[in-house]
């Protein structure tokens, strides 16, 4: 039995539960089955016409066909009884009318034969058989009332097991939450109650918890989604309010029965109050722990014993050279799709990088930044570091602007050196943004005297610089960027002509008519080693946001 029962729960609408919330079930997983029904004593000696196939539905009411024009007042899963009397004269229309009815979601029609009609056209049956629809001929001596009684007392039987039992599960599950316990607990209970194999994944599809006897083949499937539909799960969202937590996913050898299903949705709502109270629990230790490192990157804490020693107590590794990668959310970025801030959405893509990567490591989201200290034993490790954190947020947000510009900080020896290394990664974002604009990553030790640029207060000052020393070539004219170019190159290669020539793909001869040119807008830079200094100050100042 192959169910997704995707938004059957939602804590925050529909019918209230124990848990202050809501909690919707589909109708087909408290009814009983059109074989059952066919059980029933006041059922017994009825004939199928038509569409054997559906006798395997649920049946959750029972409806009296008194008019011809029944559409209006049919409901889903609907067990539909009649005299015969508002099909009398109707023949012709018997094949439309349960087409209308199969789609309105009736499970099947009751025909109690020879009062009024004493057969159905075989045009009728035929588009029944087609559609699935069961048309059922009721012995004469049947009364509705017996009918109507018998199935609804059935059904209302069933829903008053199933809801004991899943009233008796989901108690058990909150008496475990209430002990201490969490979702390990939790799918250990159920998997032991309803005998089946259970994995509870997080938000980001990790298993969180798994218990029973199946769940090792599960996971190990080549290729194989956990959410992947077959005939051996049920798969149910752990959802509060409005916002995903995660998944049940409940696996059997066989069927999975409509009342397990119902007790694997209670489950999930007891598993939505884990994943709420492991939040508050969260946010108390996070902001906790920002506030130690907020001390720590200032500077406010004298004893780095002191400090080593807390922080190995939270889990984090302080005494080894580090990095400091710091990511200040870009202008108009503030909020992701869920609303939630978008601080603490790239903080938990990367603690979910570095879990496996560092258990050493730690990343505190705050309100305008995100901080990440990593253990650092060489630069390759600090380049692939730097390079998958930029990376991690963006995987988890496909499609969305990249919104975060990265700063990178020097390796340091230990604690000591963490206040310098977090101001190092700071002056990386400013630098990167004024000189390439939002969005980028930048090592401190690639700034070069773009960081002591980045520090002139005037950038009136710096653009004078700009035109008095560049001339004509700082016009943003096709020609001037290409003049600007050739001498970018030349200034790189210290005045080698032969070589500007080969990267440039010049004739030896136009290079030095080109130079020419150059001199006579800027002076004898090819003589002034001061005049050099002031262009390649200056071209370095034309990539500036506002400058060039």
């Known amino acids: 039995m192959t169910r997704v029962a995707e938004d059957r729960l939602a804590l925050g609408s529909g019918l209230p539960t124990q848990a202050g919330g809501s909690l919707r079930l589909e109708p087909a997983a408290y009814g009983i089955s059109l074989h059952e029904a066919l059980a029933l004593p006041a059922l017994r000696g009825v004939e199928v016409l038509a569409g ?7 049946v959750v009411r029972v409806g009296v066909w008194e008019t011809p024009d029944v559409l209006p007042f049919v409901r889903d899963d609907e067990l539909l009884v009649t005299t015969g009397y508002p099909m009398l004269d109707r023949e012709d229309h018997l094949p439309a009318q349960f087409e209308a009815l199969a789609r309105r979601g009736v499970v099947a029609v009751a025909v109690k034969l020879g009062a009024y009609v004493r057969e159905l056209p075989p045009e009728a049956l035929g588009r029944a058989d087609a559609i ?17 009684n018998e199935v609804l007392s059935a059904v209302l039987g069933r829903q008053a097991a199933l809801l004991a039992r899943s009233e008796e599960i989901h108690r058990a599950l909150v008496q475990i939450v209430l002990g201490g316990g969490g979702l390990p607990e939790v799918a250990r209970a159920l998997s032991t109650g309803l005998g089946l194999s259970v994995v509870v994944t997080d938000a980001e599809g990790r298993v969180a918890a798994q218990a029973g006897a199946h769940v090792d083949a599960v996971l190990a499937a080549p290729g194989g989604s956990l959410d992947a539909p077959g005939p051996d799960r049920v798969v149910v969202p752990i959802v509060a309010g409005g916002v995903s937590h995660g998944r049940v996913v409940a696996v059997s050898e066989g069927d999975i029965s409509p009342q397990d299903v119902h007790a694997i949705e209670r489950a999930a709502v007891v598993c939505a109050l884990v994943a709420v109270k492991q939040q508050a629990v969260s946010a108390v230790e996070e902001r906790y722990q920002a506030d130690f490192l907020r001390d720590v990157l200032l500077g406010r804490i004298d004893d780095q014993e002191v400090v080593v020693r807390h922080a190995a107590a939270l889990g984090w590794q302080l005494d080894r050279p580090l990095v400091v990668v710091v990511a200040q959310p870009d202008a108009g970025v503030r909020s992701g799709p869920a609303g939630d801030v978008v601080t603490e959405r790239m903080a938990a893509a990367w603690r979910a990088l570095l879990r496996a990567r560092d258990g050493g490591a730690l990343v505190c989201g705050f309100a305008t930044e995100v901080v990440a200290i990593v253990g650092a034993q060489s630069g390759v490790q600090v380049e692939r570091t730097a390079r998958d954190l930029a990376a991690a947020y963006h995987d988890k947000n496909a499609g969305s602007a990249r919104g975060f510009t990265i700063g990178v900080s020097r390796v340091v020896p230990g604690v000591d050196a963490i206040t310098r290394a977090y101001e190092q990664a700071r002056t990386c974002v400013r630098v990167s943004r004024q000189v390439h604009g939002p969005g980028g990553v930048a090592h401190f030790d690639r ?102």
């Open 52 to 58: 054997a196939g559906g006798l395997g539905r649920q």
């Open 447 to 548: 700034l070069g005297v773009h960081r002591l640029l980045s520090l002139v207060p005037d950038s009136a000052e710096l653009r004078t610089f700009l035109h008095e020393t560049l001339g004509e070539l700082a016009e943003p004219t096709p020609q001037s960027r290409d003049l600007r170019r050739t001498l970018e190159v030349l200034l790189d290669t210290n005045l080698n002509v032969a070589e500007t020539a080969r990267r440039l793909h010049f004739h030896y001869n136009t290079l030095r008519y080109r130079i020419g040119k150059l001199e006579r807008i800027l002076g004898p830079f090819t003589e002034d080693a001061d005049l050099r200094l002031d262009l390649a100050l200056a071209l370095r100042i034309m990539p500036m946001r506002g400058l060039g």
């Open 132 to 148: 699935g629809l069961p048309v059922l001929a009721l012995p004469s001596e049947v009364s509705l009332d017996d009918v109507l």
